[in-house]
């Protein structure tokens, strides 16, 4: 019986362990290596990808070191064959890049994330007094509905 158990122990172990090696990644946060491009990261470096409220984050896993993309200067990112070509503005507005190979055929997910967050950053928003202005033209057509009704 005994010889029996060890082979499917074994077996169990080399199937097991490489799960069991891949961190646990929350829910909207990407694991990925990043491959080549203008990040200020090393070549290979395991990175949590992450958002903020005004930015996305690349912390390396190893070191804890943290690289801020703010949303503004993102310029959109692209699907590649395993990963994401990813693009920004820097400060005298060139054009950079860098491809993050991305875990857990996650590159989709995390592309169209990243592309949704640059329409809304550099779409501009309402101000104040135009905001009012919808709601009070929106009230009075609504009165004036409210009137047609009766």
Same mark, same amino acid.
């Given at each position: 019986?005994?010889?029996?158990?060890?082979?499917?122990?074994?077996?169990?172990?080399?199937?097991?362990?490489?799960?069991?090696? %891949? %961190?646990?990644?929350? #829910?909207? %946060?990407?694991?990925?290596?990043?491959?080549?491009?203008?990040? #200020?990261?090393?070549?290979?470096?395991?990175?949590?990808?992450?958002?903020?409220?005004?930015?996305?984050?690349?912390?390396?896993?190893?070191?804890?070191?943290? /690289?801020?993309?703010?949303?503004?200067?993102?310029?959109?990112?692209?699907?590649?064959?395993?990963?994401? /070509?990813?693009? /920004?503005?820097?400060?005298?507005?060139?054009?950079?890049?860098?491809?993050?190979?991305?875990?857990?055929?996650?590159?989709?997910?995390?592309?169209?994330?990243?592309?949704?967050?640059?329409?809304?950053?550099?779409?501009?928003?309402?101000?104040?007094?135009?905001?009012?202005?919808?709601?009070?033209?929106?009230?009075?057509?609504?009165?004036?509905?409210?009137?047609?009704?009766?």
């Amino acid at each position: 019986m005994k010889k029996q158990i060890t082979p499917f122990v074994f077996f169990i172990l080399i199937f097991t362990l490489p799960a069991l090696a %891949e %961190e646990v990644v929350a #829910p909207g %946060e990407y694991q990925a290596i990043y491959k080549q491009g203008n990040a #200020p990261l090393e070549a290979k470096t395991k990175v949590r990808i992450y958002k903020s409220t005004d930015s996305y984050n690349f912390t390396s896993i190893r070191t804890g070191q943290t /690289w801020t993309l703010p949303f503004k200067s993102l310029r959109g990112s692209e699907v590649g064959t395993k990963g994401i /070509w990813l693009y /920004w503005f820097d400060q005298s507005d060139s054009t950079l890049n860098a491809y993050f190979e991305v875990a857990n055929n996650g590159a989709g997910s995390l592309a169209s994330d990243i592309n949704l967050v640059v329409q809304d950053a550099h779409k501009g928003g309402i101000t104040t007094q135009e905001e009012s202005t919808y709601k009070n033209r929106y009230e009075n057509y609504r009165q004036e509905a409210l009137r047609d009704a009766k």
